[in-house]
């Protein structure tokens, strides 16, 4: 067997270690356990990925594609919740929800007039 030599963050050694405390069973066979199924598990997105493309280059068009304001839409996100700079022209129903609450009369919303004297916050006693 091949030998390999890793850093790790010490609270993460501490764990392996008590789990190997816990077990009865080394450290040494946690970390084979745990590195086996990353890898396993990266072999499998990487065969999805791979049978995507395929498809797509195949000329398939089953496969549905969103834009990525269309998914940040869906999320409830902007392009700035994530730190990008907003398309030029695109406005998100959450970016046009946000200036309609500041700016009323590009909604259509009629801003409430106060009444004279102050007598809608007073009340009759």
Same mark, same amino acid.
């Given at each position: 067997m091949? @030998? ?11 764990r392996i270690?008590?789990?190997s405390?816990?077990?009865g069973r080394t450290k ?6 745990? $590195?086996e199924?990353?890898v396993? +598990?990266?072999e ?7 049978a ?15 834009s &990525?304001?269309e998914?940040?839409?869906h $999320? *409830?996100?902007?392009r @700035?919740?994530? *730190? &990008?700079?907003?398309e030029? *022209?695109? +406005? ?10 500041? /700016?009323?009369?590009? +909604?259509? $919303?009629a801003? +409430?007039?106060?009444e004279?004297? *102050? %007598? %809608? /916050?007073?009340?009759?006693?």
């Amino acid at each position: 067997m091949a @030998m390999v030599t890793i850093r790790l963050p010490q609270e993460l050694r501490d764990r392996i270690d008590k789990l190997s405390e816990r077990s009865g069973r080394t450290k040494s066979y946690f970390i084979r356990q745990l $590195v086996e199924r990353g890898v396993e +598990a990266l072999e499998e997105e990487q065969r999805e990925l791979e049978a995507i493309r395929a498809s797509i280059r195949a000329g398939r068009k089953d496969f549905k594609t969103y834009s &990525m304001d269309e998914v940040l839409e869906h $999320v *409830g996100l902007t392009r @700035m919740d994530i *730190g &990008m700079e907003p398309e030029v *022209g695109q +406005a998100t129903a959450k970016s046009r929800q946000v200036s309609s609450a500041k /700016n009323p009369k590009k +909604a259509g $919303v009629a801003k +409430a007039k106060p009444e004279a004297n *102050g %007598a %809608a /916050n007073r009340t009759k006693r």
